[in-house]
């Protein structure tokens, strides 16, 4: 991921802004290089110089969509405030924020993993790693609230997370982030 972000070149932007809005939109599996690069306003040996290949572009668009909401998610908690119980809390309100800007087709580490069934494919790596990373953000908040079991709260959480995350998407519960909230603030007192 790192060799990726150090080639951001004017063309590596380029690729990167339309790979963000293709695959998000349409799929990683329903754009091919072609529709990107046509999209970029690069030629395909332009993206094949700056990425390698379409794996090594997937695996950047993600790292590039994680660094983002693992910047913008802890900023945005701090700008919300509160206890630290209400800043647990806070994370679905952020949440439900990002998903009115970001995510209007649910989750695009959940939307790539079910598009990316081999565990080699080195977006894998990065999708892993961004749960990961969550489900701690989610454990530090827990404890520095004095949940009795963070760890184990964190995981219940992240459920709720990525549930309403899944179910916004598809409009099947109305206010998905509102009911999930509501489920992490009896969480919390249990």
Excluded at 82 to 109: K, S, Y
Excluded at 128 to 154: F, I, M, N, S, T
Aim: proline share 4%; glycine share 10%; with cysteine.
């Amino acid at each position: 991921m790192q060799a990726a972000k150090s080639t951001v070149t004017p063309g590596a932007r380029k690729i990167l802004d339309a790979a963000a809005e293709l695959f998000y939109g349409q799929g990683i599996n329903a754009v091919g290089v072609d529709l990107i690069a046509k999209h970029a306003g690069v030629t395909k040996k332009t993206l094949y110089d700056r990425f390698g290949s379409k794996e090594a572009l997937v695996a950047a668009y993600l790292a590039e969509r994680d660094q983002r909401y693992r910047a913008w998610l802890p900023a945005e908690v701090e700008r919300i405030g509160g206890t630290p119980a209400e800043r647990v809390l806070a994370t679905f309100d952020a949440l439900g924020e990002w998903m009115r800007r970001e995510n209007p087709r649910g989750c695009g580490f959940v939307n790539a993993a079910a598009e990316l069934p081999d565990a080699s494919h080195p977006g894998r790596a990065v999708i892993d790693g961004q749960k990961r990373w969550l489900r701690g953000y989610l454990r530090d908040l827990c404890e520095e609230a004095g949940v009795a079991d963070p760890g184990g709260v964190a995981d219940e959480l992240l459920l709720l997370h990525e549930g309403a995350t899944v179910l916004n998407g598809l409009a099947v519960v109305d206010d998905a982030v509102a009911v999930a909230r509501g489920a992490a603030a009896r969480a919390l007192t249990t």
